[in-house]
């Protein structure tokens, strides 16, 4: 089933916050850094040490974030919600529905693990759609 969980960014404290998360919350932590990534010889190499992708996983608790942003974090822009999608369709057209009078940021696009895209809809609300490929 489809699932929506917050995805906070952090700009260089990714990893202290979710190991203080997993103190906090229990449960399993899975950190993935840039340069252990396959992005790796893409990117710059002093972001090497930054935190790609993290997640922290307790029965139904699920919390997503990064070091990864493109802006200034000030409050109100540090979440986002991620919509984890089943299928290759489904995020296709949750992507579209939700874009629709709003804003494309970075449009679907095929990676390492799946498909990716983010988009402000039209109500300014800030959202990742992602399917991982089996």
Not at 102 to 122: A, C, E, N, Q
């Amino acid at each position: 089933m489809t699932q929506v969980n917050a995805y906070l960014n952090f700009g260089g404290k990714c990893r202290e916050a979710m190991h203080f998360y997993k103190d906090c919350f229990g449960g399993e932590l899975s950190i993935q850094m840039v340069g252990e990534s396959p992005l790796a010889g893409q990117m710059p190499t002093e972001l090497n040490d930054q935190v790609l992708h993290s997640s922290l996983m307790n029965n139904g608790l699920t919390i997503m974030a990064t070091d990864m942003t493109r802006e200034p974090l000030v409050v109100g822009n540090t979440v986002y919600l991620c919509i984890n999608c089943c299928t290759e369709e489904e995020i296709n057209e949750l992507f579209k529905n939700l874009s629709t009078g709003g804003k494309v940021v970075d449009p679907l696009t095929d990676m390492f693990w799946g498909r990716f895209g983010t988009l402000i809809d039209k109500f300014g609300m800030k959202w990742m759609c992602n399917y991982v490929k089996a």
